[in-house]
Nanobody, 115 residues
Framework: QVQLVESGGGLVQPGGSLRLSCAAS????????MKWYRQAPGKEREWVAR????????LYADSVKGRFTISRDNPKKRVYLQMNSLKPEDTAVYYC????????WGQGTQVTVSA
């Protein structure tokens, strides 16, 4: 069973930055497009960034475009999310998974943006 372990979250002031990391155990990692998702209290999980299997193509939700950057390191089986200019509305638990959430969800990493 694939394991996903997210890390790097924390408490940050508005305008600050964080870099999230996701480690995957899947030997098929490099064959899968990956997404970062987030779930805020009382809201459904939503995707915020997508990266193709090779890393050559990225997509972002409008809410984070220009502020977040997704990247990956296939030999290390890791995907990253650089988050800049953070806003209070970015507060959520952040998860990584494949395009369609095909793997078991990890525990996520909490990001709290507050003064």
């Amino acid at each position: 069973q694939v394991q996903l372990v997210e890390s790097g979250g924390g408490l940050v002031q508005p305008g600050g930055s964080l870099r999230l990391s996701c480690a995957a155990s899947a030997y098929t990692f490099s064959s899968n497009a990956m997404k970062w998702y987030r779930q805020a209290p009382g809201k459904e999980r939503e995707w915020v960034a997508r990266i193709s299997s090779s890393g050559s193509t990225t997509l972002y939700a409008d809410s984070v475009k220009g502020r977040f950057t997704i990247s990956r390191d296939n030999p290390k089986k890791r995907v990253y999310l650089q988050m800049n200019s953070l806003k209070p509305e970015d507060t959520a638990v952040y998860y990584c998974n494949t395009d369609f959430g095909a793997w078991s969800w990890g525990q996520g990493t909490q990001v709290t943006v507050s003064a």
